[in-house]
């Protein structure tokens, strides 16, 4: 009786893994496409402006802890890129991040929305970025 309930916990235990791994994959897919929203300037101070964006993401095949993302701002109606990056996906956390010399990104991915925080290369808050999914 005792080992058919220890054989029993044992198949809930792997197949939950196996189903939480499934979920994880299937959160990483979701992040292909076209993300559009507000990044905010939290530094007053610099020439830095408010912006509508696109943000669109492509996924790595052969990497699952990498995504490249595409960043447009809307000006007069156009997208206008401004660069394209690697960036880290965490799937433990849903966060994605990406250093160079303009600063430090990490964006937080729920569902589909995204919400990010860009600091400065002194480590003070520089943008706040909000994102939705495109359907």
Known sequence: MIARFIATMCAVIVGAGATHGAFIADDRAK???NWSGDSICLDRQSA???EKV????????SDA???KVQGDKIVNGRAVTMGTGDYK????TNTMTHD???GAWKIVVKGNTMD?????????PFRH?????DE
Request: glycine share 8%; proline share 5%.
């Open 31 to 33: 992040l292909a496409g």
């Open 48 to 50: 830095c402006h408010d």
């Open 54 to 61: 696109v943000y669109r993401i492509s996924l790595y095949p």
């Open 65 to 67: 802890t990498r995504v």
């Open 89 to 92: 996906w965490d799937e433990k």
């Open 100 to 102: 160079d010399q303009y």
């Open 116 to 124: 990010g925080m860009m600091t400065s290369p002194a480590g003070t």
């Open 129 to 133: 970025l909000t994102l939705k999914k």
